[in-house]
């Protein structure tokens, strides 16, 4: 049972990056697939999840990041745009079996850095 997490890099602010997790395992359209950061010094915070019936939950209510998922390919995406310097974290996906239970799985991180 596997979840990684990758897309990551440097983008400028205001720019637009898409995140991947890739899943290896277990029935993935079954599972919810969260989104979490981690920012340099501060604690992990929960962004976005979408549940295998594709209802998702925004931790973050500001609507910049959008959670999709294909399950033919046992994979789910983290669509961000108009990024800001604080959106600077590694990036983790993490399964659990509905959104906003317990994340059981979790991904290696993938890291974006807002930067000009």
């Known amino acids: 049972v596997q979840l990684q997490a990758f897309g990551g890099g440097l983008v400028q602010p205001g720019g637009s990056l898409r995140l991947s997790c890739a899943a290896s395992?277990?029935?993935?359209?079954?599972?919810?697939i969260g989104w979490f950061r981690q920012a340099p010094g501060k604690g992990r915070e929960g962004l976005v999840c979408m549940n295998g019936n594709r209802g998702t939950v925004d931790y973050l209510h500001h609507g910049r990041f959008t959670v999709s998922r294909d399950n033919a390919k046992n994979t789910a995406y983290l669509q961000m745009v108009r990024l800001e310097a604080e959106d600077t974290a590694v990036y983790y996906c993490?399964?659990?079996?509905?959104?906003?239970?317990?994340?059981?799985?979790w991904g290696s991180g993938t890291l974006v850095t807002v930067s000009s």
């Open positions: 395992g277990f029935d993935f359209a079954n599972y919810a």
């Open positions: 993490a399964r659990a079996e509905i959104c906003a239970h317990d994340y059981d799985i």
